[in-house]
């Protein structure tokens, strides 16, 4: 027995030195690259793809064989709200922006059923960068309003692809909302992670400024010169922020399906409190590690995968960062779970820092704590209200008081400010933070305490109450005193 194994062995070493001789083991690997050419690749039934609207992906595929997916998606114009209180008449591939995520495997051959709403005012088709073939599929899926197109193709790489409508003028189709993304899993399919999420960033162009209220008409113009009014993910202001914020808890790995509609700019995406551990760049094959920002190009996708380890509201922008504070392009990922220390220990210690060569206000304040105060005439209270306005709330709440949607609460004709002066003085000497409603909107964010003197706090909320339709209040260095 022991002998019998022994001439085995040796009989199986001799064929491998002699197969590698004769070259077998090339044409062993032929083998294996014929099994992986996606073109001779078998189908296996028939099935209808699971479409679904943004922040959602489709159940991943897994193991499953190459299949014929069956893929319906309709063009939808429609009005919806590009921010609070302005509304904007969107095209879309499925009634949202981005149109619906689509998820395929290498290997699939794909039957796309492309209808076009009764409804709609112009034709429009479909350009699918994971299309091998004339167009990406754009001529044989133009459809007039009130008709449909089929037309087939084989999922050729994997990878992460964008699609767009490709209709003239092309640029106007792309910025009115017309795009998404479709994904082709390699075979195997993407390793399995805790939680997935679709977010699409896309520049828009408006008649009026960036929160001019009511119906806003797309703008040429802008769009030619590449003059954004809107930088937004998914679709809108507030897209992922509030109700539509992002969710996951301490411990798990996050997966963004990060796609670029443009039409005109590229995102510099990245997510403040975190770091990338995976980012399969441009959404192709090759895996980078250990990335804080990804360039995502018009027209195109990333992956990227983060664990997250500590409880906290992970913030989406691109890093261009006008766009994220003032037009639009900022996201919240709502991490909740245990705190962390190793990882983030948080403030340790907080004091004055006077290096001498100036009086610290704090210092200041409490020095003067018991002598009485000269209260300023309401002339100068306004100019040097004016002038601490400037200096410490401008970048935040904006010049006229309007602050930043879902960001920066307004202090103009503000119903939290004129309820009560005592709550404001509180908020400005020693900040404020947790859910707040103003006018009717939530904000859930920080304000960090303003390190001014009690007789600036009272300048500047008497500028502020005397000014933009407020209820035109005057607060006094006393009242500012007695908030303790
Ligand atoms: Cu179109």
């Known amino acids: ?70 893929v319906n998606m309709e063009v939808v114009e429609k009005e919806m709200e590009m921010a609070d209180g302005v509304t904007y008449n969107y095209w879309t591939f499925d ?9 395929t495997r290498v290997g699939d051959e794909i039957e796309f059923h492309f209808k076009n709403h009764p409804d709609s005012k112009l034709p429009h088709n479909i350009d699918l960068h994971a299309v091998t073939g004339p167009g990406g599929g754009a001529e044989s899926s133009y459809v007039a309003p009130g008709h449909q197109a089929t037309f087939n193709f084989k999922t050729m790489n994997p990878g992460l692809y964008v699609y767009h409508c490709a209709t003239a003028p092309v640029g106007m189709h792309i910025a009115n909302g017309m795009y998404g993304l479709i994904l082709v899993e390699p075979e195997g399919g993407l390793p399995p992670v805790d939680r997935e999420y679709y977010v699409m960033q896309g520049d828009f162009y408006t008649e009026g ?70 980012v399969y760049a441009e959404g192709g094959t090759t895996i980078n590690e250990n990335i804080q920002t990804t360039l995502i190009p018009a027209g195109g996708a990333a992956i990227v995968e983060f664990k997250v380890e500590v409880p906290g509201n992970l913030v989406l922008v691109d890093h261009s960062i006008f766009r994220a504070f003032n037009k639009g392009a900022l996201g919240i990922l709502k991490v ?7 990882v983030y220990g948080g403030k340790t210690a907080e004091g004055v820092y006077n290096p001498g060569t100036v009086v610290s206000s704090e210092s200041a304040t409490e020095e003067t704590d018991d ?68 006018n009717g909107n939530v904000y859930n964010s920080v304000m960090p305490k303003q390190n001014i003197s009690d007789e600036d706090v009272a300048s500047v909320l008497t500028y502020i109450y005397n000014n933009w339709d407020n209820n035109k209040s005057e607060v006094t260095t006393e009242m500012v005193k007695s908030r303790k």
């Open 1 to 70: 027995m022991k002998n019998f194994k022994k001439s085995k062995m040796k009989l199986v070493y001799v064929f491998f030195a002699a197969a590698l001789m004769a070259g077998v083991l090339s044409s062993c690997e032929k083998a294996v690259a014929a099994k992986e050419n996606p073109e001779s690749m078998k189908v296996y039934g028939e099935s209808e793809a699971e479409m679904t609207a943004p922040p959602m992906v489709p159940k991943p595929v897994g193991k499953r064989a190459a299949t014929k997916l069956i």
């Open 209 to 278: 400024e960036y929160g001019d209220r009511g119906f806003q008409a797309f703008d040429m113009n802008k769009a030619v010169d590449e003059d954004a009014d809107y930088v937004v993910f998914n679709g809108k202001v507030g897209g992922l922020t509030g109700d539509n914020a992002l969710h996951a808890k301490v411990g798990e790995t996050v997966r963004l399906y990060v796609g670029n509609g443009g039409p005109n700019l590229i995102s510099s995406f990245h997510v403040i409190g975190e770091i990338f551990d995976r």
């Open 336 to 342: 909740e779970g245990e705190e962390n220390e190793k």
């Open 95 to 103: 009634g949202s922006v981005p149109g619906s995520f689509i998820r």
């Open 371 to 438: 002598a009485p105060v000269a209260e300023l005439s309401m002339a100068d209270k306004m100019e040097r209200g004016k002038q601490v306005y400037t200096q410490n709330c401008l970048a935040c709440h904006q010049a006229t008081g309007g602050g930043v949607p879902n960001a920066f609460p307004p202090l103009a004709a503000s119903d939290w400010l004129n309820a009560d002066p005592h709550r404001a003085i509180d908020a400005v000497k020693f900040g404020l933070s947790g859910e707040i409603k103003v």
